[in-house]
């Protein structure tokens, strides 16, 4: 089946000097090389409104607009699935994910999806690229997410990711014992082995800068308060691993936990998932042009966790 899609979007400075193909490459991560140089070929792709060659090179700064049909991989319907609204307006939805919603249909999920569920909310939305989609959290984080209602407002809100002026605060739940904030300033990229996972990548990543502070102090473990001041996958959970404090319940960049017979350790071993909830989302409001900013308490599941450290912490 064959549907029309269009995506938008404004090459970042730091691409100056680029090919085109290579720019929007980068700047359309979930589309191959073959794909985006298709339809610069075709004359689907336009950069501030005029048709280039793949091999022409971009300064930084031009608009991109591809009006392309693309052809569905996976079966996307409608399925009554409920959400958390947190905010909704005519412009935009704002959703506290839970814990084991995949946000978007894709090879071996075609159901079960954040996006089927938008589907049957807003049956229009399926208009809007990527049923108004503009970030995304990984299936076990939990937390805040943006959805656009129509293509204006999703290329309002896509311009301001690119721009880095959306704020995104996480809170997480890290091994070992930080003894102050910090920065990570290291670029990421897919792991030269396991294509599911993300690694550092120094030469050949893509910028990613994570910020974080100390939110509180446990024995063995860290609370923290983690920004994003940028937006790649697995992002936070590949830098605090990166750093030797990955996340709590993290199976793929993780450590094993040895917890002998330590009930402590023992009920920290068992938590099924990733420590990592989106607690903050700030941007503009693509109509009233004003800062609007949402919070999301922590899901039930991480609340105890910090309960049980707590615990330990006060009989030590």
């Known amino acids: 089946m064959n549907k029309k899609e269009i995506l938008t979007g404004i090459i970042p400075d730091e691409y100056g000097g680029l090919r085109l193909d290579n720019a929007l490459v980068k700047l359309f991560p979930d589309y191959s090389r073959a794909r985006i140089q298709k339809w610069i070929k075709n004359g689907d792709a336009t950069v501030n409104g005029k048709n280039m060659r793949p091999k022409d090179v971009v300064t930084g700064g031009e608009n991109v607009l591809i009006d392309m049909q693309l052809t569905d991989e996976v079966s996307f ?7 958390d609204i947190v905010f909704e307006d005519d412009e935009l939805i704002v959703i506290n994910k839970p814990a084991g919603l995949i946000v978007h249909p894709g090879a071996g999920n075609p159901t079960g999806t ?86 550092v990548k120094p030469s050949m990543g893509r910028p ?29 959970r590949v830098h605090m691993a990166h750093i030797k404090f990955p ?56 609340q105890e966790l910090i309960e049980i450290l707590e615990c330990n912490q006060n009989e030590s």
């Open 77 to 83: 319907e409608p399925e009554a699935i409920a959400l």
């Open 247 to 302: 996340i709590v319940g993290d199976r793929v960049y993780g450590r094993k936990m040895n917890a002998g017979k330590n009930s402590t350790l023992l009920k920290l071993s068992n938590f099924s998932r990733q420590a990592l909830h989106a607690a903050e989302l700030s941007f503009i409001h693509p109509k009233k042009q004003s800062e609007i900013t949402f919070s999301a308490p922590l899901p039930e599941d991480f």
């Open 114 to 199: 954040m996006a089927n569920a938008l589907l049957h909310h807003l049956p229009e939305i399926l208009a809007v690229p990527r049923v108004g989609i503009v970030h995304r959290l990984d299936k076990d984080t939990t937390g805040l997410l943006v959805v656009a209602k129509d293509l204006k407002s999703h290329t309002h809100l896509v311009e301001q990711l690119q721009r880095r002026t959306v704020s995104r605060k996480y809170i997480a739940l890290v091994y070992g014992e930080l003894i102050s904030g910090g920065t990570v300033d290291e670029p990421i990229g897919r792991h030269s082995v396991d294509r599911k996972r993300m690694a």
């Open 208 to 236: 990613a800068i994570t910020h974080y502070r100390i939110r509180k102090k446990f024995n063995g473990f860290t609370l923290l308060d983690v920004k994003l001041e940028t937006g790649r996958t697995h992002q936070i």
